[in-house]
Nanobody, 125 residues
Framework: QVQLVEAGGGLAQAGDSLNLSCAAS????????MGWFRQAPGKEREFVAR????????IYLDFVKGRFTISRDNAKNTVYLQMNSLKPGDTAVYYC??????????????????WGQGTQVTVSS
């Protein structure tokens, strides 16, 4: 069983940047697609970004495209989400997640079976 721990959230103003990290233990992630999701108050959890096991390909939620960048360092068993030009609409708890199956390109919540505890990101206008 893999354990995921997010860090890097906090308070920001519109236009600021934050860099989230997700450190994994208990299992090497080099064969698994990794994703970031978020959940705002009163809303369902939504997909934000995901990156393939080898870091070659990534896809993003349209709202964050061009502002957020997902990356990974398999040697450190860590995934990152660089968030630039933050907007109040980015306010949410951010979760990282590991795909259930090796070498699968999941993007739905149900495709991911290991989740971190989440880190709060609050963006003020």
């Amino acid at each position: 069983q893999v354990q995921l721990v997010e860090a890097g959230g906090g308070l920001a103003q519109a236009g600021d940047s934050l860099n989230l990290s997700c450190a994994a233990s208990g299992r090497t992630l080099s064969r698994y697609t990794m994703g970031w999701f978020r959940q705002a108050p009163g809303k369902e959890r939504e997909f934000v970004a995901r990156i393939t096991w080898n870091g070659v390909s990534a896809i993003y939620l349209d709202f964050v495209k061009g502002r957020f960048t997902i990356s990974r360092d398999n040697a450190k068993n860590t995934v990152y989400l660089q968030m630039n030009s933050l907007k109040p609409g980015d306010t949410a708890v951010y979760y990282c997640a590991a795909e259930t199956r090796a070498y699968r390109l999941g993007y739905r919540s149900s495709d991911f079976s290991s989740w971190g505890q989440g880190t709060q990101v609050t963006v003020s206008s």
